[in-house]
């Protein structure tokens, strides 16, 4: 009922409805400001992450030398020195 072709038009992706409605935005979505969007949940991202990481070097504390190095000794000021033996 209703003839048509039912949202396929033989065009750049043949196969494919033309007028599909997402949430993710359809098919093949371009945003508008995409770049500038995710420039902006990126830094959001790191201006929450970059204060828990600092806290987090701040608050760290190994009682015992580890027996591989491990990343967070460079700086953690927190860190005991080895012991000579």
Not at 31 to 52: E, M, Q, S
């Amino acid at each position: 009922m209703g003839g048509g072709h039912g949202g396929h038009v033989e065009g750049k992706y043949p196969g494919y409805p033309t007028n599909v409605w997402s949430l993710t935005g359809g098919w093949f979505c371009r945003p508008k400001h995409w770049r500038r969007n995710t420039a902006l949940a990126l830094a959001g991202i790191f201006l929450v992450c970059i204060p828990i990481a600092v806290k987090s070097a701040e608050l760290e504390q190994r009682p015992h030398y580890p027996v591989h190095p491990i990343p967070s000794q460079k700086w953690c000021k927190n860190f005991p020195e080895p012991d000579p033996k």
